[in-house]
């Protein structure tokens, strides 16, 4: 079976520039979350989808949106790119059966 | 205090020995306990799940959980140089498809051959 995939896998943008990354969870899960990995950290929570709707959200300013399709695919969305907003952007999906987390590749985006 | 505290490493053993990597939490609500494997420019790899205080093994690697302390570690056994990477302890409070993972800064080891 087919892990997390996100795409792209690396991106350069300007500041000011708006970003979309996109994921597909492990077919038969229906939750995705996003997180923010930083150089040197530890992933951070953005956003948990399930079903199609937001159920968790981080402390992240409202340049950050996501949406989650009917297919349980997700996209987050970026505004206003700020030179802080460079870092791994990670996928994770997880089902109703497993109380765990599974992650993709990650999106690097680097913001000039 | 943040929520999650992991000891900052790195740390640099030789093929064959004893790792301990350690993380204590804040909050008595998490119930749920689990170690990533990241290696470099990839994302994490879940190695360890467990939810009770106590031991649960794993081929090498070992979790331990005391609730009581708020205290974390994982054990691995018998290191090689495929070991090297950045392992991160995560944590979360319910479980389910409703919650978020909580991360240490993770810790980044090295096994020389």
């Known amino acids: 079976d087919a892990g997390v995939t996100q795409s792209p896998t690396h991106l350069i943008k300007t500041r000011g520039q708006q970003v979309t990354l996109r994921c597909s969870p492990i077919s038969g899960h229906k939750s995705v979350s996003w997180y923010q990995q930083v150089l040197g950290q530890g992933p951070q929570f953005i956003f948990q989808?399930?079903?199609?709707?937001?159920?968790g959200r981080g402390n992240f300013p409202d340049r950050f949106s996501a949406r989650q399709f009917p297919n349980y695919s997700s996209e987050l969305n970026v505004n206003a790119l700020l030179l802080g907003d460079s870092a791994l952007y990670l996928c994770?999906?997880?089902?109703?059966?497993?109380?765990?987390?599974?992650f993709g590749p990650g999106t690097r985006l680097l913001v000039l | 205090q943040k929520e999650v505290e992991q000891d900052p490493g790195p740390l640099s053993v030789p093929e064959g020995a004893i790792v301990s990597l350690n993380c204590t939490y804040s909050n008595s609500a998490f119930q749920y306990f689990m170690w990533y494997r990241q290696y470099s420019r990839k994302g994490p790899e879940l190695l360890m799940y467990t939810y009770s205080s106590g031991n649960k093994e794993d081929g090498r690697f070992t979790a331990q959980v005391d609730k009581s302390s708020k205290y974390i570690s994982l054990f691995i056994r018998d290191s090689q140089p495929s070991d090297s990477a950045t392992y991160l302890c995560?944590?979360?409070?319910?479980?389910?498809?409703?919650?978020?993972?909580?991360f240490g800064k993770g810790t980044l080891l090295t096994v020389n051959p």
């Open positions: 994770a999906s997880s089902s109703l059966l497993e109380e765990t987390q599974y």
């Open positions: 989808y399930y079903e199609k709707e937001e159920r």
């Open positions: 995560a944590i979360t409070s319910s479980g389910g498809s409703n919650y978020k993972l909580t």
